[in-house]
């Protein structure tokens, strides 16, 4: 091993040179070396030896993640570790905990945002990103920033938060030095090459002076060493169950996978992603429809890795470009291009507007094929290496055509016992289960629940003492109460404390978590009082967002407060992390 480090402060060479005499050097040597060098220091100076010039501070840079399944955070960490190497000093910071005064202080900042919902901020960045745009918003004059965006193209609103808080820097002054790049779900190229060419203008020429060579040191995708594995492995399915009777409506499977050497490290509150195939019989479908239909290694393909069904503007335009269609190119000069995508589907585009296509043309208009991610059902303290899904069959009618979602009917369709799908961990440790003593209320409706089986098992496995409290909902009882006898073992060995559900279709007027929320409101804000922390699961669209108006409704009603006040309590939840979300 070398003796000198690289980071000494000498160019690459020197240290080279240094190693070379040094490296080999006894101790008797080194010790001598060492006490020439100080005395040279000492008779070179007049007088008393004068202390050494202080290093100068590293220069610092502010990075801030916008965040919600941990694409944009992981990325936030790449970049800090890369703008250390490279002499400077980063500060890291969760837009959940952004204080907009932190930005007057930044020289150069950079913004790693993503898209949820429908072209909102991730759950955790909305009361920093409503500040952020509203008229209370600092002057930002002077500060060099960079924004990189998150998103998924098969969303109308691509990448809009990315978008709007990049328009909203440099309204507020700041300077833009490096062009936002806004990322498909295929985001892991060209996001490392943007962090790379932003931390080159970012870095002053002479940063890294420290380091001796002045070189840009590369962005390093490296995991930490203390990370659970996070690769791609392959389960075998050892259950395949559907929990609504044969008269409900509809299918969720509960899907236990079995790892051989262990299930990867998870936790509660953590979910897997889930790499699908595509259903054959559409691909043939599309296949046919493109004049393709004997091209059997493209069938393979498409099946396989190809994301055979969103239809995005990028798609259409793709498909302009290359294909040469004049109705396809009339719609998007039209302008109409927006409203005819939605509920439709990339074989709707072939079918509407034919041409004959070549297998190119197919690569061209398809991104890879995403994987999805699912909640983690189970406590690995109770299930050993297993691991528990709860997936719902996406299905549905849209421009008179049945369409299913493409991950969820794999599972429930295509995937059979014993046989083999890969997965990978998707950890957040932004929803981990609080201490075995502190009190849990739970929230979640359909799939919502899955998390909570897992928080409910590892109480159980861990003997809590604190309180469990779990609010469930679905369509009728008799069909559709997932997990029924779980809940009820759990009830009979104290590991749930109280449940208490809605029920949608039981009764004339639907009832869902949040009236049951509002009945039991005294209890739920004596739990809060309390110190238990609330969590809730599932539908963003609908239900989260209804459940936390409920919540602050029931802080006024309970505690005689303002609206405004009551709108702070549960603000303050979220800030102390005891309103934890985890809504897709
Ligand atoms: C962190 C996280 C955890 C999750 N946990 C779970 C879980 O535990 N269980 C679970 O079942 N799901 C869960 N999901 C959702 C899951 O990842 C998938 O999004 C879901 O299964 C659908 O995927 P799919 O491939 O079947 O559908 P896709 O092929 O992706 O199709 C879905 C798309 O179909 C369209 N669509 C759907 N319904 C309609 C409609 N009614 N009308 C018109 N268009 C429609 C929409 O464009 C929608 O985006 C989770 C998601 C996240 C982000
Ligand atoms: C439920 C859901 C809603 C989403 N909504 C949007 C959207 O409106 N616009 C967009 O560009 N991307 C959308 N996305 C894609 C995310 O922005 C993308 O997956 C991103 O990589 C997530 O980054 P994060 O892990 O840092 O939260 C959505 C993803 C999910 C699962």
Redesign the pocket.
């Known amino acids: 091993m070398s003796p000198i480090p690289k980071t000494a402060p000498f160019a690459e060479e020197e240290i080279n040179l240094l190693n070379r005499v040094v490296g080999p050097a006894s101790a008797v040597q080194r010790a001598w070396l060492a006490g020439f060098l100080a005395g040279l220091d000492a008779s070179s100076l007049p007088g008393a030896v004068q202390p050494l010039a202080p290093a100068r501070p590293a220069e610092p840079i502010t990075i801030v993640y916008a965040?919600?399944?941990?694409?944009?955070?992981k990325l936030a960490n790449d970049l800090a570790k890369a703008a250390r190497k490279n002499g400077l000093k980063p500060t890291l910071i969760d837009m959940a905990d952004l204080e907009l005064s932190e930005l007057t202080k930044a020289k150069r900042l950079v913004f790693i945002a993503?898209?949820?919902?429908?072209?909102d901020p991730?759950a955790r960045a909305v009361r920093a990103y409503s500040e952020l745009m509203g008229e209370g918003a600092p002057r930002l004059d002077g500060v060099e920033f960079g924004v990189l965006a998150?998103?998924?193209t098969a969303?109308a609103?691509?990448?809009?938060i990315g978008k709007k808080i990049d328009e909203r820097l440099a309204a507020l002054g700041g300077m833009r030095v490096v062009d936002r790049v806004d990322c498909d779900?295929d985001?892991a190229q060209p996001a490392s090459v943007w962090l790379g060419d932003a931390l080159k203008v970012l870095t002053p020429p002479d940063a890294n002076r420290g380091q001796g060579n002045g070189q840009v040191i590369a962005v390093d995708f490296g995991k930490p060493a203390a990370a659970p594995n996070t690769d791609i492995v392959e389960a075998e399915i050892s259950e395949h169950v559907n929990l609504n009777s044969s008269r409900s409506n509809k299918e969720t499977i509960h899907l236990a996978l079995a790892f051989e050497g262990g299930a990867p490290a998870y936790e509660p509150g953590d979910s897997l992603d889930i790499y699908p195939e595509n259903d054959p019989a559409y691909v043939d479908e599309l296949l046919k429809l493109a004049g393709l239909a004997g091209d059997d290694k493209l069938r393979a393909e498409l099946i396989k890795s190809r994301d055979v069904t969103t239809l995005s503007l990028k798609t259409v335009e793709t498909y302009a470009a290359r294909t040469g269609h004049q109705y396809a190119k009339a719609l998007l000069a039209d302008g109409q291009a927006k409203d005819w995508i939605a509920g439709r589907q990339l074989i709707d585009l072939i079918a509407i507007f034919p041409i004959a296509l070549t297998a190119d043309h197919l690569r061209a208009v398809t991104r890879p094929l995403a994987p999805r991610a699912y909640s983690i059902a189970s406590s690995r303290r109770e299930v050993g290496d297993e691991a528990h899904l709860l997936i719902s069959a996406v299905r549905y009618e849209t421009n008179g055509r049945a369409r299913k979602g493409v991950a969820s009917n794999y599972a429930a369709e295509r995937l059979k016992r014993g046989g083999r799908v890969r997965v990978k961990l998707k950890p957040n440790k932004h929803f981990a289960i609080a201490p075995a003593d502190k009190d849990i209320i739970m929230v979640g409706p359909g799939t919502g629940v899955a998390p909570f089986r897992a928080f409910v098992q590892e109480r159980r496995a861990t003997a809590a003492t604190g309180r469990s409290w779990l609010f469930f909902g679905d369509r009728q009882f008799t069909h559709d109460f997932l997990y029924q006898l779980d809940w009820q073992d759990a009830l009979k060995d104290g590991s749930l404390t109280r449940m208490d559900v809605a029920f949608s279709r039981d009764t004339p007027e639907k009832i869902y978590v949040q009236h049951k929320l509002w009945e039991k409101r005294r209890d739920l804000i004596e739990w809060l009082d309390g110190g238990a922390n609330f969590y809730v699961c599932g539908d963003?669209k609908n239900m989260a967002k209804d459940v936390r108006a409920t919540l602050v409704r029931a802080y006024a009603d309970v505690k005689a407060l303002s609206p405004e006040a009551a709108e702070q309590a549960v603000a303050s939840l979220e800030r102390d992390k005891r309103y934890l979300q985890d809504t897709?």
């Not at 609103?157 to 809009?160: I, R």
């Open positions: 965040s919600e399944s941990g694409n944009c955070e993503a898209t949820w919902g429908e072209g991730p998150l998103g998924d969303y609103e691509f990448c809009a779900l985001f963003a897709y």
